[in-house]
């Protein structure tokens, strides 16, 4: 039988310091060259939509093959870039029938290439982006910090949160974020989830001032965290390129980055209304820096690398792009979790295969 | 809705000339610029199938705006390469439940986003490729071509014979390849199938000597055409690169081929019994041709380049790589026509969209 898993099965089937182990696990075959990924792509073409919009079919793909699986993770986005505040944001739409995203991880095994599962991306995709900064406190933040500042108040921020405190023993967290409603709520929301006091501040620099980490959690298209606000021993976390000012990086001593796969494949139609939506100065100042010069999570996971050497180094990680591998490791396991606990829409395998020649 | 289709239903709803005018029409768009493919990708890793044999996880993505669908080709293989006479030959292997093969296409609607209908790859793979050989003789052979030879009698064959026949007036076809019976077999259902009498041959030359056209339809990694049987005014095909020996293409007054993406973006794991098994002799000596330098399809069809300037010219159409922007184009077509004849399994596009953030 092949799987169809919803994001609820998903989140009833993995825990963040389950994603966490998987991802390390996993993190270590890539180091070794026995893992492998497809770096992203993406097709980007008009829609009927909007004007304004963009269609994107995006991609990636990624095998573990200790684990025994293949995946490959397709979104089918239609995207718009409003100003929201001073800030451009990347808003994805939910344009599909009842107010839907569409996002899609298909399992398959390598033993015999049959497909296993197919589930939405949504809950895995959150929290793997969580459990791969989380894994970049683990391996290049101090081993006892304690104070967190959270810039973000959104869907991403939640899942760096549940990351650190899977990894650290965090007493207290300050978030800030530019719509006061949203932070407040997000704030008591993670208090209660966490069992730790998230304080909901006025403005970033209150939430920065004296924190042992800071972890940017944004949609943000510019940057939200500043060279200045850099202080000794601290680690700055980031889960996409423009967040950190350049300069920021550059003061770091150690920098660790996702992957050396620094930007997705682009194919773009004409009439793709692309470059003035989605190229934001943040991205631009973002790509002055060589990302393929620092060493990635995999490298200092397997120890090739030292994240830091005392406690009074600046770290600063940068989840610069997502890997269809961390679909596969994860999916192993949420895959082999619904199979023991009967969960699923369960179809016929035949459904998926063929006796026709591919 | 969301439709799982069979081959069964993909093979009912599209015939031939409706296939070859599909991507006819799609390719002037990518001509254009308007529609866009992203490159195979293929990761390759070991398999606890066998020692011998590959696992493969490839992919390739295209989108046709003007179509409103954008579609994604998989195929998760278990691949071995064994010695068959003289020749080594790529065999994927039927490993999934009930002895079947993994291709999948999903398509997905450019207008919202949304999961239109998930089939095999089988039926319309093979369809593609011939609809685009047909292209290929359409665009480069002399209009009066009416003998064919046919080089190999396998599953890719039969649709390059359907495919040129819906393009010229064949009168005559004759048919080599290396096992008699497979030939003589093949010869018998193509007579019928088409209504021309298909001749089985002892020796390659007996096939090609004097034909209008030569098309290479078979599974060899080593070239089965060479540049002393030339003809003036030949037209010679070819599905993949090494069916045709290099010094043959460079005889051609006019060579086109299907893409200038001329090799999968490959990720081989270590451990992966690869080198050795699937780049034979043909894949490199065809390697040496700078296949970027040789007109498109797409750009013959939009006119942007002629086929051919008079009946003395040898013509050389090489199908060189595939693309997912076929599945895109022939794709919508089969969609159409199954939502019309309510035909597939219906389930609930809700399963394959999500209310969660992606």
Known sequence: MTLILSNDDVEKLLIMPECIEALEDAY?????GRGITRQRSDCITPTSYSDEAIYGLKSMDGVVPKLGVGAIRINSDIVTNPMIGNTRRRVKVPAAPNDRYVGLVLLFSTHNGEPLAIFPDG??????????????????????????????SGWQAETQLTAICAVRKIKAIRCFSPNRENREAFSTRMTELLGIEVKSVEQPEDAVKGADVVMCGSNSLDPIFFARWIEPGMHISSIKKPEIEPAAVRAAHKVG????????????AKGANFRENTKGAGWNSANQLDFTKFPTLPELIAGHVKGRDNDEEVTCFLNNLG?????AAAGSVIYKRAVEQGMGHSLPTDWFTETVHP
């Open 123 to 152: 809950v895995l995709q959150r929290m793997r982006v969580g459990a791969t900064n989380g894994l970049g406190v683990k391996y290049m933040a101090r081993e006892n910090v304690e104070t967190v500042a959270i810039l973000g």
């Open 28 to 32: 270590v075959e890539m180091a070794e």
């Open 323 to 327: 890997m269809g591998y961390q679909f």
């Open 257 to 268: 980055v996702h992957t050396h796969d620094t930007s997705p494949i682009l194919v773009v």
